[in-house]
């Protein structure tokens, strides 16, 4: 059972676009929902959080927007650059504090084409 | 400062061998993850740690051991090694409180079970 879906697998932008992932989430319990960037040969890493009483938090050209009736939740990437093909992951977890047991989306792999 | 290291990087299993993972962080941090990560199905935590002594089962902990008799390592041991353990795993450590509750994620250990 898939709690966080994630779409597309993959994805390709030219440079200068708009890259748009999607997640959508199905356990109304999860209140915590991070987006993590992963390079080929790296660990994953944080790249930008929200918590469901905002629809949408900004940090620099990442955008998380957050629909909680739909139960899902979104990353866009503006003015997309080379240096952002990398691999993106959504994730829920039911509590920030505590253990934080994160449930991740399958991954997209996105390619921006000089 | 080196952060989150994992030992081995790479490792070849032959089915039924055994074999430990070692995780280190040295940013004295409470909680501490251990993941695997499969094509087309994310990271899925496999046990984790809310402290020194303690640890818990995760999302699919079968197969798989864990120690933390140090505050800074976390190990994962496989007893007897099966082809569907083969993945990339990774070590995870985050802080009781403060900063972006992120988890910071080691370099991945590639494991191929033969």
């Known amino acids: 059972q898939q709690q966080v879906k994630q779409s597309p697998q993959s994805l390709i932008v030219q440079k200068g676009g708009i890259s748009i992932i999607n997640c959508a989430y199905e356990?109304?319990?999860?209140?915590?929902f991070p987006w993590y960037q992963q390079f080929p040969g790296k660990g994953p890493a944080l790249l930008i959080a929200?918590?469901?009483?905002?629809s949408e938090k900004k940090e620099g050209r990442f955008t998380i927007s957050f629909n909680k009736s739909a139960k899902q939740f979104s990353l866009h990437i503006m003015d997309s650059q080379p240096g952002d093909s990398a691999t993106y992951f959504c994730?829920?977890?039911?509590?920030?504090?505590?253990?934080?047991?994160?449930?991740f989306g399958q991954g997209t792999r996105l390619t921006i084409n000089p | 400062n080196a952060g989150v290291t994992q030992t081995p990087k790479f490792r070849v299993l032959k089915t039924g061998q055994s074999m430990t993972l070692l995780c280190a962080q040295d940013?004295?941090?409470?909680?501490m993850y251990w993941y695997r990560q499969d094509p087309g199905m994310g990271l899925r935590l496999i046990h984790y740690?809310?402290?020194?002594?303690?640890?818990a089962k995760g999302e699919v902990p079968d197969g798989y051991n864990v120690s933390r008799l140090k505050k800074q390592n976390f190990l994962l041991g496989l007893e007897s090694a099966a082809p569907s353990q083969t993945s990339v795993y990774f070590c995870?450590?985050?802080?009781?409180?403060?900063?972006?509750?992120?988890?910071?994620f080691g370099p991945g250990t590639r494991l191929t079970v033969l």
């Open positions: 995870a450590s985050r802080p009781a409180a403060g900063g972006r509750d992120e988890q910071f």
């Open positions: 356990n109304t319990a999860f209140d915590y």
């Open positions: 929200i918590r469901p009483d905002v």
């Open positions: 994730a829920a977890s039911k509590a920030l504090s505590g253990a934080q047991k994160l449930v």
């Open positions: 940013m004295n941090h409470e909680y």
């Open positions: 740690s809310v402290g020194e002594g303690t640890t």
